[in-house]
């Protein structure tokens, strides 16, 4: 049982600690938001993605993706030009330090949160088929116990994610550390997206 939780912890938070579009979406909230409290709606939406994602790789659902060759063509393409418009909102977006900037309302948090979530291709192999492949490797409880794991990882994360954000505003009184950092995330939103475009190239 403790095996399989360790194996579930390790997997994945390594599969969730990279720079990408959920992160650093969630970080901005809680960087942005004046409460911590109003970033809390796409702390909770990433994981409720999240963990819809890992029980769907667990119970199978790689199998449905990998195995139809047009389902992930498609998956790939609709991801590129989702991830190519969220540089460009990243790139130009701003810190929130003027008063006359608003943050995001819950509602468009919740947007926001679910198609970082659900519509970036690479978040869905990893969690899908890195999760899901894993999986197999556990029956009855210890399975439970993996999947679990998995989520607890998720729930923790994203709500520390936020925390992050939220003190670093503290320190970023100017509001010129969270312009860079929308700078340099926009760039490795494209590289992704350009990793992306690559695969379906050579497929």
């Given amino acids: 049982m403790i095996q399989a939780f360790l194996y579930g912890v390790i997997l994945a938070f390594g599969l969730i600690v990279p720079l990408g579009v959920q992160n650093i979406f969630i970080f901005n909230q809680g960087a942005t938001q004046k409460r911590l409290m109003h970033a809390l709606p796409s702390v909770f939406t990433a994981f409720l993605c999240d963990t819809i994602l890992i029980l769907c790789a667990v119970l199978g659902v790689s199998i449905l993706v990998f195995t ?12 590129f030009f989702f991830l190519m418009y969220m540089g460009w909102i990243t790139w130009n977006s701003q810190s929130q330090s003027k008063p006359n900037e608003k943050p995001l309302s819950a509602k468009y948090q919740i947007g926001f949160a679910l198609s970082v979530s659900l519509l970036n291709p690479h978040a869905l192999i990893d969690t899908i088929g890195v999760i899901g492949t894993n999986s197999l490797n556990f029956i009855g409880q210890e399975k439970v116990i993996f999947t679990f794991a998995c989520i607890l990882v998720s729930f923790f994360w994203f709500l520390g994610l936020s925390l992050s954000g939220h003190y670093f505003k503290k320190v970023d009184k100017n509001g010129m550390g969270i312009k860079y950092l929308n700078k340099i995330s926009a760039i490795v939103i494209w590289l992704v997206a350009a990793y992306i475009g690559w695969q379906i190239v050579c497929e």
Wanted: aromatic share 16%; hydrophobic share 60%.
């Fill in 68 to 79: 139809i060759p047009w389902l992930k063509t498609t998956i790939f393409v609709a991801g």
